[in-house]
């Protein structure tokens, strides 16, 4: 550049310094910009509930609502406008802290444009190590510039209430299921005792006394009803107080019930198992058995099925237990309201984070429970 002449020299100097002073008044704009932004969105930001917080791309922290400034401050943590979200991060990686480890792999993502969106649900940690957290990352666009909005919800009064109401609503079932068992031995013990009484009187008064031939075959008739009522008591009974699934383990468990259930109702019944189950939590077996109880007690009761197939597989990382009969079907023999089989099914069902449905066929219905792989965790 020495060699150059003055003139030369001179616009060379003056273009760099032009360069220069555009390119700060390129970020002095964006600075501008970027706080005009963050005011706009302060007002709001500021009355919501949630924590919350206005990042640009590189992680910088633009805006934060009232909430998320009253935890930080609380706290003693530098996650504050000014601040960048992506070292507070880092500090906790460094830590081995898994949640931040996954936030930062996602700001990279949206640093490039790979991604608009990212969710986590996490347990705290220090301080928070008790409670449950959800952190969300959302593209959001505003005059032309892509920024961040960091929303982080409090979850744990939701799951506390969540532990209760599955806890509440296993009680209720239990409870459900224990009076029922109560009643089927109920029935066993005496109503059945009751029948077959009546059927020894009947007998002894067809054979010991002289009877015209109408009152003969009104006897006839009466016998076979009070067989056919017999029969009936053991089908509910047997329904009512199944095999221990305890004891047998799922696959036995259902494979006694079925073959009970063919015993005592005289209809044709089997089971499937396809494939290797795998793993299930004790939580899973204990619905898929219920349903299946509440299912063929459905079809004994509604359907006026002469066949019934029932069938365990696995399909895309999810359980499907199907009850499919060739009666009238359950949706034309039970209430509009689904029937109790039926909620109580969809209540087991929901509680784990599984779904009910149920199938017209031609002719009969199919009832089937779908589970998520590992749902119901190890209770």
Not at 13 to 26: D, L, Y
Not at 44 to 63: F, T, V, Y
Not at 247 to 257: E, F, M, V
Not at 303 to 328: K, Y
Request: one cysteine or more; aromatic letters at 6%.
């Amino acid at each position: 550049m020495d060699n150059l002449p003055v003139e030369v020299h001179l616009e060379v100097v003056a273009r760099g310094k032009m360069n220069r002073e555009i390119r700060q008044s390129a970020i002095l704009s964006e600075a501008v910009q970027a706080a005009a932004l963050a005011g706009t969105m302060q007002q709001l930001i500021d009355d919501l509930p949630e924590q919350i917080s206005l990042l640009d791309s590189n992680g910088n922290i633009l805006a934060v609502n009232h909430a998320w400034r009253q935890t930080v401050e609380e706290h003693g943590y530098r996650a504050l406008p000014g601040d960048s979200y992506r070292t507070f991060c880092e500090a906790a990686a460094k830590e081995g802290y898994e949640p931040a480890i996954e936030a930062i792999a996602a700001l990279d993502e949206f640093a490039h444009d790979k991604r608009s969106f990212w969710q986590l649900i996490y347990n705290g940690k220090e301080r928070w190590d008790s409670r449950d957290f959800q952190i969300e990352f959302r593209t959001i666009r505003v005059h032309g510039q892509n920024l961040i909005l960091v929303t982080r919800f409090d979850l744990t009064e939701i799951f506390e209430l969540r532990r209760f109401k599955h806890e509440l609503s296993n009680a209720l079932l239990e409870r459900q299921s224990e009076e029922r068992q109560r009643l089927g031995r109920d029935l066993h013990d005496s109503t059945s005792q009751l029948l077959t009484a009546i059927g020894l009187l009947l007998g002894s008064l067809k054979e010991g006394h002289p009877l015209e031939a109408d009152a003969i075959d009104l006897v006839d008739e009466m016998q076979e009803l009070v067989t056919e009522a017999h029969q009936e008591i053991r089908s509910v009974s047997y329904l009512a107080h199944p095999p221990s699934l305890e004891k047998l383990g799922l696959s036995a468990a259902l494979k006694s019930i079925v073959e009970g259930f063919a015993r005592r109702t005289g209809l044709e019944a089997s089971l499937e198992i396809e494939g290797d189950l795998g793993p299930m939590s004790a939580t899973a077996e204990n619905v898929i058995y219920r349903v299946a109880q509440e299912a063929l007690s459905n079809v004994h009761r509604h359907s006026r099925a002469t066949r019934i197939r029932l069938l365990l597989c696995v399909r895309r990382s999810t359980i499907h237990f199907v009850v499919a009969d060739n009666g009238t079907g359950i949706l034309k023999g039970v209430p509009e309201n689904g029937g109790v089989g039926l909620a109580s099914m969809h209540s087991r069902l929901s509680e784990i984070g599984g779904r009910l449905s149920v199938r017209s066929l031609s002719p009969g219905t199919a009832v089937i429970a779908s589970i998520r792989d590992g749902s119901g965790g190890g209770t």
